[in-house]
């Protein structure tokens, strides 16, 4: 499994991630962990909702770019937070995604709440191969 860390000093309104994935499935996954950990404490989440997510984009940079809207745009629309994630990316162009995921709705006499994310933006946005795996910077306004 990838890992993540905040930033501290790259965006003072808003939330800096580098995540870093053994491929892209991973970096993928990991990307969705950190963001449903940024909204809400995971283990507040009741599973009751399973789905599966598929998305395409002209790049990577996109498509994962598309990716956290996606997450972000669930919380909003359907107060839905997914804490399991399996993704699998395809990398020729287009890219795209085929995601199964499984959460649950946030509840307000149950789920802690944290950061209220609102978008990804393009701030210090990448998406790059590395020697061990793959690596994203993100940031997310708050």
């Known amino acids: 499994m990838g890992r993540y ?3 501290e ?8 991630l580098e995540i870093e994935g ?14 449903s950990e940024l909204m809400v404490d995971p283990a507040t989440i009741v599973t009751t909702v399973r789905r599966e997510i598929t998305l395409a984009a002209p ?16 919380k909003d629309s359907e107060q839905l937070i ?3 994630t399996s993704v699998e990316v395809a990398a020729e162009t ?3 995604l085929v995601a199964r995921v499984a959460g649950g709705r946030i509840d307000r006499e149950r789920t ?4 209220d994310a609102k978008a ?8 790059e191969r590395k020697e061990s795996g793959w690596r994203a910077c993100v940031v997310i306004d708050i």
């Open 82 to 84: 997914l804490t399991e």
């Open 22 to 35: 053994r491929d892209l499935n991973d970096l993928f996954e990991t990307v969705a962990r950190a963001v």
């Open 59 to 74: 790049g990577l940079d996109l498509l994962l770019f598309d990716w956290i809207a996606e997450l972000i745009f669930l």
């Open 5 to 7: 860390v905040v930033l």
């Open 120 to 127: 990804p933006t393009f701030h210090r946005f990448s998406v």
């Open 94 to 96: 287009p890219c795209h």
């Open 9 to 16: 000093n790259v965006a003072v309104a808003d939330c800096a």
């Open 112 to 115: 802690l709440l944290r950061a």
